[in-house]
């Protein structure tokens, strides 16, 4: 009894211990604040300088390079870090979420206004504007084969119609030692009658990234496909670059019926059949669809068509009050 319980304890011990990072490379928490400075960097980069070319590469590499001399950690151990995390590619997802979750809050304290992305958060899966993504809303890309594409799928139900528009977003954050940023997103729309709509997108930079889809107004959505690959150039095979996407969302939209839209016969036929018929001393308003009914003079007949401001030739008589 007492050597089964000893093993299960064992068990329970192995399993609550999660392997610790080799003391070679850098730990979590350091890692998170290297990246953290690291995309601070970045933005810094895009302010002082030009935006494109080989500027902007410099900057971008001299700002690198300052932060990894703030915490005393040369190239080479960086990228024998990132070798490491691309292996243990959960533990690398889990310190980006936390970045991110910084770099958002320091975005709010800033005062900066609700964007695109958010704005959509609040909406649930119904309604004309819904968020129907039910899947991952975070993934870590690399280069590697088995970790460089994230496939996406939805199926859709009976709250889809025809003429729904979508919107396809997610903020991506990119992070290499140079060369070319590259990723590509594919969605194709599959409707009914096996009709299909395909949008491709590249994206080369941090920040929010969208793609439409179409609007189809033949045929209800039945399903979406398609794909977030992350492109390594044979040319950069070198270079060590990740990819993290995060705020997954596919919103719908409903189209809503316009007002002054001409209606069909079957519409026009069944409005005919529910109107209220004319009757003898009454006059239908059309403006306010109630009727009228005239006392005292002379009654107007229907028949006559006579408008509702005229009145009969013969005045109202009035009662003398004893």
């Known amino acids: 009894m007492k050597n089964s319980l000893a093993i299960v304890l064992l068990v329970i011990f192995m399993i609550g211990c999660k392997p610790s990072v080799p003391s070679q490379f850098i730990q979590p928490g350091e890692l998170e604040d290297i990246l953290y400075d690291y995309h601070v960097a970045q ?24 932060v990894l001399k703030k915490y005393g950690i040369t190239e080479a151990e960086f990228d024998s870090s990132l070798v490491y995390y691309y292996s243990h590619a959960e533990r690398l997802k889990t310190i980006y979420q936390k970045v991110r979750e910084r770099l958002n809050d320091d975005a709010k304290a800033l005062g900066a206004s609700v964007g695109d992305l958010n704005k959509y958060s609040v909406y649930s899966a119904t309604g004309d504007t819904a968020n129907v993504w ?24 009976t709250s889809y119609y025809k003429g ?35 949008t491709t997108n590249h994206i080369s930079i941090t920040g929010q990234a969208q793609v439409r889809i179409p609007q189809n107004r033949e ?11 992350l492109n390594n150039n044979e040319r950069d095979a070198e270079i060590r ?18 007002a002054n839209e001409p ?25 306010g669809h109630r009727t009228i009914k005239r006392i005292g003079g002379k009654v107007l007949p229907a028949d006559t068509r006579t408008p509702i401001h005229q009145v009969g030739q013969k005045p109202l008589k009035l009662k003398k009050q004893p």
């Open 43 to 66: 933005a810094m980069a895009l302010e002082d300088g030009s935006k494109s070319g080989e500027t902007h590469n410099i900057n971008r590499n001299t700002y690198f390079l300052a």
């Open 219 to 229: 045929g209800t959505l039945k399903e979406l496909r398609g794909y977030i690959y």
């Open 134 to 157: 039910q899947n991952e809303t975070d993934v870590l890309l690399t280069p590697l084969p088995t970790n460089n594409r994230f496939d996406i799928y939805v199926k859709a139900d």
């Open 164 to 198: 729904d528009t979508f919107l396809f977003q997610f903020m991506s954050d990119f992070i290499s030692q140079g060369g070319s940023k590259d990723a590509i997103v594919c969605l194709v729309a599959k409707y009914d009658g096996d009709s299909i709509t395909q």
């Open 263 to 287: 209606k069909s016969n079957e519409e026009l036929k069944k409005d005919s059949m529910s109107r209220t018929p004319d009757t003898p001393g009454n006059h239908i308003d059309t403006t």
């Open 241 to 258: 670059r990740m990819l993290f996407i995060s705020q997954i969302q596919l919103i719908r939209f409903h189209q809503k019926e316009q």
